[in-house]
């Protein structure tokens, strides 16, 4: 998630993306994202175990400020809010986002 375009960067893990996100997007929790108004969900990534989305989590955290924008950049050019409230999160795939996800 992020502040907006080149914003601050938040990266987390969870099991419930929607909950999440709604979380963030509502200052629900003070803390780190509403603190920074972390409002934008423009990059995620979805794994077969918690044990592996713990381990990326980790991995992403440890990687600069350049490589974490290249990621999101490769996958949502334009930073696009992938969660469009009333409708839930749009699908992020290699080929680009599509309309919904689930």
Excluded: C
């Amino acid at each position: 998630m992020a502040s907006g375009y080149n914003g601050t960067l938040y990266i987390g893990v969870t099991s419930q993306l929607f909950d999440r996100v709604m979380i963030h997007k509502h200052d629900l929790v003070d803390g780190f994202s509403k603190a920074h108004q972390i409002h934008v969900l423009v990059y995620y990534e979805m794994h077969a175990t918690m044990d592996a989305a713990i381990l990326r989590e980790k991995q992403l955290k440890k990687w600069n400020r350049l490589w974490k924008i290249r990621l999101i950049e490769e996958m949502n050019p334009g930073w696009q809010d992938l969660f469009v409230e009333g409708e839930g999160i749009l699908f992020l795939g290699k080929g680009g986002i599509a309309p919904r996800l689930g």
